[in-house]
């Protein structure tokens, strides 16, 4: 019997443009790219040249600080450009790829046969060990770190986001032999939600199940390890998306890399809000090619309206991304007397329009923050919405101020930017907080290096 958390404390925003279950199938790509800004805490180096071939498995770049871990092309052809920005920094490789695909032959492994340590040097050797994040800090982990547990959250709940029950279907053989693989390493959490009925999560084997019942950030994996292992000073705790466990299941069932996930298209500036087959890397263009609506300015996210990253024209299905979303700007819209109208259909956490009159109601929300960046944080705001055992306010306060035992003692070691998405959505004050949380994470590893 799984173990059963309810959960309070947070806030369910319903948006228009949920993706209807109906994937749609995407032709290959003449172009992929990898970023490693989508591994967040690891210095890139570049092991590959431009005009080289590389085989779908092959590492593109490597950790300069842990050169043992590398990134895997997604498709084999040719290295086509290494772009870098400021000070070199590399933002991406892009591979032209091959017509016909091939790709390195890891061999397939057989899971009773395998230890801990096989698992991770198999990891390592395909390029895909990166995948695996840590707490404290929410970067990229390095394989000399001992993990006291592993968690996977199988449960988004975030506004837009994709439902990972749909994701799985055919893909439950190799969602278990990963999970099986990192039980090898450290005890495994999954956690699910409450609505959540698949056999393929609630019997999987070799793992403890644990459900969540209540509102986003309930799916957060920062909420589900505060609650069943929280993070004390010297601990570490690995995390791993639940499609990256796909991969990591398919590298052991079939010996190769293979970076395919279901990705969910959404939001209200979608025409047909649906899911593709895409690979990491694949051109946004391509994923939204035709399906935008017209007649406004609309704002692509690489990710989802809570923590996703706004898209250019140039950017590229990220690492760790399960939806590509649309939504409106809102720059082009003008309200005569807006703030006293009873706005029926514009969203309040405050209840200070009518529309929560109108129960579980979607709504059309744009990107427009509605007011301006204020010097004071509103008690009480953060924690309606942050169902952590953490004082959220003091928190911020203490990384803005910069005190460092304040923040300690406060908690910073078991969360992400991503477990303040929902504070930084009410917060009346407007504050960046998810980027003042990473950068107080990143100051913190610093110290402690």
């Known amino acids: 019997m799984a173990n059963v958390f309810r959960l309070r404390k947070g806030l369910n925003v319903n948006l228009v443009g949920r993706a209807k279950e109906q994937t749609v199938p995407l032709k290959l790509s003449g172009v992929y790219s ?44 040719t290295v086509q450009a290494i772009l870098r920005g400021e000070r070199r920094k590399v933002l991406c490789v892009k591979v ?39 707490l404290p800090y929410a970067v990229a982990t390095r394989p000399d770190t001992t993990p006291k547990a592993i968690f ?39 956690g699910v939600g409450a609505q959540q009925k698949s056999s ?38 690995w995390t791993v998306e639940p499609t990256a466990v796909i991969f990591f299941g398919r590298l052991f069932n079939t010996g190769k890399v293979d970076l395919r996930r ?36 609309i704002r692509v996210i690489n990710g989802n309206p809570l923590t996703g990253i706004v898209a250019d024209s140039n950017a590229v299905l990220g690492a760790h991304t399960s939806e590509v979303t649309a939504i409106p700007e809102g720059d082009d819209v003008n309200e005569m007397a807006g703030w006293i109208m ?13 529309s929560w009159l109108q129960g579980k109601k979607e709504y059309n929300l744009d ?22 055992d953490i004082y959220g306010e003091y928190l911020v306060k203490a990384i803005i101020s910069g005190n460092i035992d304040k ?29 003042i949380i990473r950068e107080g994470l990143d100051i913190l590893r610093k110290e402690n290096a």
Do not use: W
Not at 37 to 49: C, I, N, Q, S, W
Not at 342 to 354: E, G, K, V
Not at 412 to 434: C, G, H, M, R, T
């Open 367 to 388: 990107a427009r923050i509605k007011g301006g960046e204020r010097h004071i944080i509103m008690s009480g705001e953060y924690d309606k919405v942050l169902p952590m």
């Open 262 to 297: 279901i990705v969910a298209v959404a939001g209200s500036a979608v025409k047909a809000p649906h899911y593709v087959e895409a690979l990491v890397g694949t051109p946004l263009s391509e994923i939204l090619k035709d399906n935008l609506k017209t007649g406004f300015n």
């Open 200 to 237: 393929a999560l609630l019997d999987v084997k070799d793992v403890e199940v644990n459900v969540f019942d209540g509102p986003c950030p309930a799916g957060n994996v920062g909420v589900q390890v505060n609650h069943i292992s929280p993070i004390n000073k010297g601990e570490v705790v």
């Open 152 to 190: 996977v959250s199988a449960l988004r709940d975030k506004p837009l986001q994709g439902d990972f029950e749909y994701e799985l279907k055919g893909q439950e053989k190799d969602f278990q032999t990963g999970l099986t693989a990192l039980s090898k390493m450290a005890k495994v959490y999954l």
């Open 342 to 354: 009873p706005r029926f259909n514009d969203f309040s956490t405050s209840r200070s329009y009518f």
């Open 34 to 77: 990898l970023v490693p800004d989508d591994f967040v805490g690891l210095t890139p180096k570049v092991a590959v040249r431009e005009g080289s071939h590389v085989l779908a498995g092959e590492a593109l770049f490597v950790d300069k600080g842990c050169p043992d871990v590398g990134f895997s092309s997604p498709v084999s052809g």
């Open 407 to 435: 923040q300690e003692q406060l908690g910073i070691y078991e969360i992400s930017p991503e477990d303040f998405a929902l504070a930084e959505f009410v917060d009346s004050s407007k504050l960046p907080l998810q980027k």
């Open 96 to 134: 032209k790829a091959d017509e016909h695909q091939e790709s390195v032959d890891f061999g397939v492994k057989d899971m009773s046969q395998i230890d801990g340590a096989g698992v991770k040097d198999a990891l390592l050797k395909a390029g895909l060990f990166g995948y695996i994040q840590q």
